[in-house]
């Protein structure tokens, strides 16, 4: 390996500090402003370029992609949909159907707007082409007042969010 793009960090530790010299960036998952925080105390590590977290309509702190832009790190949704509850929400479709879009189209728009990128998985190579057709339409101020702003996720479901134990590495 001549040299790896980025490295994903889980959490603060000793393994962030010890950079090798092949990295070029750094991401890491789920960190909170007093983590980046502790990330930039350390100043022989590379700020981290993306900060991977659940992301989505009714989740996601209203602040999550101005504290981490304030650190140079930009937010990426993973489970997007989140449990895949949004490809069925009455709102995201009842928006998506001013504009000829699915549930799912509307709820990546939302995302997209919200200046964060998203990561995206499908088996079904129509579900990712269909992702990426987000960008000929924009939501309305009026679209977005109506987006629910609190989560409605189930702890339990949360608690599926956040079990993504077998990520360690994107090269």
């Known amino acids: 390996v001549e040299s790896l793009r980025v490295a994903l960090h889980r959490r603060p530790g000793p393994a962030l500090g010890r950079r090798s010299p092949r990295e070029r960036s750094i991401a890491v998952s789920n960190f909170g402003p007093e983590q980046l925080k502790c ?16 992301f989505s309509v009714g989740h996601g702190k209203d602040t999550v992609v101005a504290d981490d832009a304030a650190f140079g790190t930009v937010v990426q949704a993973y489970s997007p949909l989140g449990t895949g509850s949004l490809a069925r929400d009455e709102l995201c ?34 579900h990712l082409k269909d992702d990426l057709d987000i960008f000929d339409f924009s939501l309305s101020d009026q679209d977005t007042a109506e987006e629910p702003f609190s989560s409605r996720w189930s702890r339990e479901e949360m608690a599926q969010l956040n079990d993504h134990s077998g990520l360690t590495f994107v090269v």
């Open 93 to 126: 479709t009842s928006i998506g159907q001013r504009y000829g879009k699915s549930a799912v189209q509307v709820a990546l728009k939302w995302i997209i707007q919200k200046c964060v990128s998203i990561a995206t998985q499908s088996t079904n190579l129509q």
């Open 39 to 54: 990330v930039q105390a350390h100043h022989s590590v590379i700020m981290p370029a993306v900060n991977q977290m659940p």
